[in-house]
């Protein structure tokens, strides 16, 4: 029985959600990172069937993990449409619906499963988002093509990582991944050193 990490992530920009299962403190990938596309065009109605689907599909693998008798600790951002913006310029009104369906969705689920959870209020930004990603890419949890760019935002929710305890939150999975047999205090030079030749 493990402890588990449930991340989730919703891009209201891209329309996508991503997802990703760890274990706590060891930080082993459980299943990979996954990221799909609810977005259409043209019709709302098949947005939200995808959107459904998508989170659908994150609460049944919870349950799976519950199932062997993990417990499972839920880590979420979802960037809620309302406020000003939303009412204000129409070409922001789609986006605004979207993500309160997605929200409203994701909650009600959450209400159901009766889950432990925590929700990531800020993103990362500028020179926090570039060490970060940096850092991501170089304990091999993402690659460098196109395609691989979810990973880091769905790492950030994972590891609950803000500007003040990105550096930190990846401290521990560095330790974990390549020195889980020595002394954290021991570690921490080594990760300095790691982090000045990124």
Known sequence: MSK??????????????????????????????????????????????????????????????????????????IVSGSGPIVRYKNRFAKQGVESDFVEKTFKTYLSQYKLKHRSLRTNLKKEALSEFTKMIKGLNLMGSNRG???KHRVWAVALHATKKTYSKKVFSVFHAKRHSTKKKKDVQPLFRSWVSNL
């Open 4 to 77: 588990m990490i449930a991340a989730f992530h919703w891009d209201s920009s891209k329309k996508e959600v991503s997802t990703l299962f760890v274990e706590d403190k060891t930080w082993k990938v459980r299943n990979r990172p996954k990221n799909i596309k609810c977005n259409s065009t043209t019709n709302h109605s098949v947005f939200t069937k995808n959107a459904n689907d998508a989170i659908s599909d994150f609460f049944n693998e919870i349950n799976n993990l519950q199932t062997l008798g993990n417990t499972v600790l839920v880590e979420y951002k």
């Open 148 to 150: 691989e760019a979810f």
